[in-house]
């Protein structure tokens, strides 16, 4: 059974940083991060391989969010530099099954999620 937990959202000034965390039990493959903001629908962010050599970002967010996997304490981290009002969100940590190696944005091809942490960024 997979299990995951974020932590570290909270509010902060436009330009700030912020390092969100994802705590995962269970075994999983493919590891993302999605984001949702008032009246819109679940957006990709970021996402990250199993061995944590290979990563995907939307367009919006390059540049200046880094995900990365810590394989020892089993937590994948989200970096977030240069945080602009429009990053305001809920992040969600999701996890794709143990032997799914292929990249996807799509929120449907995820079935793990964590309860989400809230990022606010004011301007």
């Known amino acids: 059974q997979v299990q995951l937990a974020e932590s570290g959202g909270g509010l902060v000034q436009a330009g700030a940083s912020l390092e969100l965390s994802c705590s995962v039990s269970?075994?999983?493959?493919?590891m993302g991060w999605f984001r949702q903001a008032p009246g819109k629908g679940r957006e990709f962010v970021a996402a990250?391989?199993?061995?944590?050599?290979?990563?995907l970002y939307t367009d919006s967010v390059k540049g200046r969010f880094i995900i990365s996997r810590d394989g020892a304490k089993n937590t994948v981290l989200l970096q977030m530099n240069g945080l602009k009002p429009e990053d305001t969100a809920v992040y969600y940590c999701?996890?794709?099954?143990?032997?799914?190696?292929?990249?996807?944005?799509?929120?449907?091809?995820?079935?793990?999620w964590g309860q989400g942490t809230q990022v606010t960024v004011s301007s």
């Open positions: 999701a996890a794709r099954g143990p032997r799914i190696t292929v990249f996807s944005r799509a929120a449907s091809q995820y079935p793990f």
């Open positions: 990250i391989t199993q061995d944590g050599q290979s990563t």
């Open positions: 269970g075994r999983t493959g493919i």
